[in-house]
T-cell receptor, first 117, second 113 residues
Framework: DGGITQSPKYLFRKEGQNVTLSCEQNLNHDAMYWYRQDPGQGLRLIYYSQIVNDFQKGDIAEGYSVSREKKESFPLTVTSAQKNPTAFYLC????????????????FGNGTRLTVT | AQSVTQPDIHITVSEGASLELRCNYSYGATPYLFWYVQSPGQGLQLLLK??????LVQGIKGFEAEFKRSQSSFNLRKPSVHWSDAAEYFC???????????FGTGTRLQVFP
């Protein structure tokens, strides 16, 4: 079955270390997204990519970096510059229809819970 | 500025009772509207979406939602709730002239037997 795989499910890091979260999809979707979820705040967009080798900052990109070298993969690096990295991170993908419009439903992975101490 | 409001943070219902989760949006253009559901520790799953046409849309798991332009609302309903419906529900909105999907802060549904 097609889907989105996020790994690992749980991740623990010491403060000051960079950490990379994996996101792989086999849905043949063009667009991929990273969201951060904190209790009571809904989902906030970190980065998104509509095509290979191109990506754009979302609302809370500071302290994060991404790459999109392959259509299937969109890893997220949480750097030591991120002030409050402990959160639940969700990766999503969608078929791009139209010119950059969010009119395609998102397919989500099961998330990675990152704890930084 | 575009925004989505889900006024109810937490709702508790008895199994078999009807359910309505509220969603209000503020958007300059014609909105595309979505409802997603999230079980604990999981990703989000699309319940239903509205782009145009009939303002009452049917989704999966027996859910439906009604788009009311005059009230800027897109409330989610279910006639009879099952214990397995306990989850967090998110309303989201976008438009043809934007590349952003804006999520509400979610409503947590608890179901008592």
């Amino acid at each position: 079955d097609g889907g989105i795989t996020q790994s690992p499910k749980y991740l623990f890091r010491k403060e000051g270390q960079n950490v990379t979260l994996s996101c792989e999809q086999n849905l043949n979707h063009d667009a991929m997204y990273w969201y951060r979820q904190d209790p009571g705040q809904g989902l906030r967009l970190i980065y998104y990519s509509q095509i290979v080798n191109d990506f754009q900052k979302g609302d809370i990109a500071e302290g994060y970096s991404v790459s999109r070298e392959k259509k299937e993969s969109f890893p997220l690096t949480v750097t030591s510059a991120q002030k409050n990295p402990t959160a639940f991170y969700l990766c999503a993908s969608s078929i791009e229809e139209g010119t950059g419009a969010y009119n395609s439903p998102l397919h989500f992975g099961n998330g990675t819970r990152l704890t930084v101490t | 500025a575009q925004s989505v409001t889900q006024p109810d943070i937490h709702i508790t219902v008895s199994e078999g009772a009807s359910l309505e989760l509220r969603c209000n949006y503020s958007y300059g253009a014609t909105p595309y509207l979505f409802w997603y559901v999230q079980s604990p520790g999981q990703g989000l799953q699309l319940l239903l979406k509205y782009f145009s046409g009939d303002t009452l849309v049917q989704g999966i798991k027996g859910f439906e939602a009604e788009f009311k332009r005059s009230q800027s609302s897109f409330n989610l309903r279910k006639p009879s709730v099952h214990w397995s419906d306990a989850a967090e529900y998110f309303c989201a909105v976008s438009s043809y002239n934007t590349d952003k999907l804006i999520f509400g802060t979610g409503t947590r549904l608890q179901v008592f037997p």
